[in-house]
């Protein structure tokens, strides 16, 4: 391990101070887990902007076209859109809930696209 000296406002060190004794860990060991935190934020969004910079939109949209045109199961719902068990017979489907799987994939389309386009 190594030795890291660090300066930090007095305000920002007492309110540190206070929340490792509130958390019942050390100074260092909070600074390690934050930084920790952070440098994983940082990776992620580096992989992402990697992974995205390899992305091609055609086998995007041939995965999309993959998505079959029906019902989600009843635990994979909207709550709004589950229904209450009961004596009545179900629909095969729902429209609102094909309108809004097509609207996930375009939601999902717009966003990869967005994606691209702020090399993110």
């Known amino acids: ?3 890291l000296s660090l300066r930090l406002p007095n305000s920002l060190h007492k309110k540190l101070s206070d929340l490792a004794r509130h958390k019942g860990v050390s100074i260092n060991q909070l600074v390690n887990s934050a930084v920790a ?3 994983a934020t940082l990776l ?3 992989y992402l902007q990697e992974r995205a910079s390899r992305g091609a939109r055609k086998k995007f949209e041939a995965i999309l076209a993959t998505v079959p045109d029906r019902q989600p199961e009843v635990m994979d719902r909207l709550p709004n859109q589950r229904q209450k068990r009961s004596g009545r017979k179900r629909t095969p489907f729902n429209l609102k809930a094909l309108g809004a ?7 999902l389309a717009r966003t990869w696209l967005n994606c691209k386009i702020l090399h993110i």
């Open 37 to 39: 935190e952070k440098m």
């Open 1 to 3: 391990m190594s030795a």
């Open 44 to 46: 992620t969004v580096e």
């Open 101 to 107: 799987e097509r609207t996930l994939q375009r939601v």
